[in-house]
């Protein structure tokens, strides 16, 4: 018997049957061999990843969620639960696709992202910004499935692909406030077990009782556990993070340098205003600590693509240990680009046509911006000018060193750390070569 046979008779018996209590063990055996097809669909093809994803997750049945998938991380393992009705009225390569949906919102941290979202955004924009900050990367998704630009359609945006999601849920959030709501006829005759309603799409999450170091431990050793060829490339960044481990303590170094930084001021009640003290309703103010956070990379032609991988993974882990804004200027004597980064998805490949080195642009930058409240990690080989040709605004500096070359600046202005490259060492009556990896613990005052 075809797929599609099969699949339409399963639907036919689903929609007859109204509890769980109904599925009986036949309905079972054979609902998740056509599930096994899906999976065994994807392991033979490119999207072989996928496949091997799915045959490390716990699959059940539920008819109380309404959406065909939904996915919650459990002790034991992810546990992928599977509304028979709305699942089966999908075709197979809709199925396959719906295995994607669920497993980049697994390997993007989204049951995290969700939790923080929810102290400022409300259910709707939070749940459309999940599932097309996804769905873009997604083929042969149901045509129902939310998109940007039926999203910008509906609600008058003009969102562009490859944004984070919490860039998508505060422009979406914005919209819902500023629009004036239609008011809504709830039709209580309608079966919620045979419709798709995105509201509660990811209601199922406020189920999950673990902690975030849980799931991301669990999401670490399912990605780590599947070697693959054909892993997604914006996965790519997220398993090397897993693989490989920063030289630098960010979680530390960061705290030691942001706090100490003060960004203006903000309103407060608990402060009268200084100078009209009687006047009740005037806020007073406080010194605001959040400052921006640029990251300079050189990309000059002396940094080699292994220098940009570690000076990347490096980064990866400055994103993931602050809140503050992050600004990436890549630069070798001129700038050549400046980005935005919220997350590791944000991360570009450097620029090309790389010459020599000069720091004293990005500094100029600085000055002319006027981000004297800035803190700037500088990523570097540490070959370059002898002396800055525009004076420091800003007081927090970082100099991060690749290489075992000397510093050519002679006033850095700021700290120094380094991070040796491998190198080759002849080792007596051998041959061979052997590859030392050193460290440096210690800043250079």
Not at 228 to 246: Q, R, S, V, W
């Amino acid at each position: 018997m075809d797929f599609n046979k099969r699949r339409e008779e399963l639907l036919e018996e689903a929609y007859n049957i109204k509890s769980m209590n109904e599925f009986n063990s036949t309905f079972y055996k054979k609902f998740f061999e056509l599930v096994e097809n899906v999976i065994l669909s994807l392991l033979q093809s490119e999207d072989s990843f996928f496949g091997q994803f799915m045959l490390k997750v716990k699959r059940g049945i539920r008819v109380d969620i309404t959406y065909p998938i939904a996915t919650i991380p459990k002790r034991d393992g992810f546990n992928m639960y599977f509304n028979p009705v709305l699942f089966l009225q999908c075709e197979k390569k809709e199925m396959g696709a719906l295995f994607k949906h669920e497993i980049y919102h697994i390997m993007n941290s989204h049951f995290e992202r969700e939790r923080k979202m929810k102290y400022k955004l409300n259910k709707e924009a939070i749940n459309v910004a999940l599932d097309i900050s996804i769905n873009q990367y997604i083929k042969n998704l149901p045509a129902w499935s939310k998109k940007i630009n039926s999203v910008n359609m509906e609600y008058n945006l003009n969102l562009k692909d490859d944004r984070s999601v919490e860039e998508y849920g505060e422009e979406i959030y914005k919209s819902i406030k500023s629009r004036i709501k239609e008011i809504k006829t709830m039709d209580d005759s309608n079966d919620k077990y045979n419709e798709i309603n995105f509201e509660s799409a990811h209601d199922i999450w406020e189920e999950i009782d673990i902690s975030e170091e849980d799931i991301k431990s669990l999401t670490k050793k399912t990605a780590l556990s599947i070697n693959d060829k054909n892993t997604p490339g914006e996965f790519e960044k997220i398993i090397l993070m897993y693989k490989e481990k920063a030289e630098i303590p960010w979680q530390s170094v960061l705290k030691n340098i942001l706090p100490y930084v003060r960004c203006g001021y903000k309103k407060t009640i608990m402060r009268r205003d200084r100078r009209q003290q009687d006047r009740l309703d005037l806020r007073g103010r406080l010194p605001k600590n959040e400052a921006e956070l640029i990251v300079a990379i050189d990309i000059s032609a002396s940094i080699k693509d292994d220098d940009i991988h570690k000076i990347l993974l490096e980064i990866l882990y400055i994103s993931r240990n602050t809140k503050n804004k992050i600004t990436i200027i890549e630069c070798d004597d001129n700038i050549r680009r400046i980005y935005r980064l919220k997350n590791e998805k944000d991360i570009k490949k450097r620029s090309d046509n790389n010459g020599s080195t000069a720091f004293t642009p990005v500094f100029k930058y600085i000055s002319e911006n006027n981000l004297r409240n800035s803190v700037l990690i500088y990523f570097t080989d540490g070959v370059g000018e002898r002396e800055l040709g525009v004076k420091p605004l800003n007081k927090k500096i970082l100099w991060v060193l690749i290489g075992n070359e000397e510093f050519s600046l002679k006033y850095p202005y700021g700290q120094v750390k380094r991070i040796y490259k491998e190198r080759e060492e002849m080792l007596e009556g051998n041959v061979g070569l052997q590859m030392v990896n050193e460290v440096i613990h210690d800043w250079a005052r």
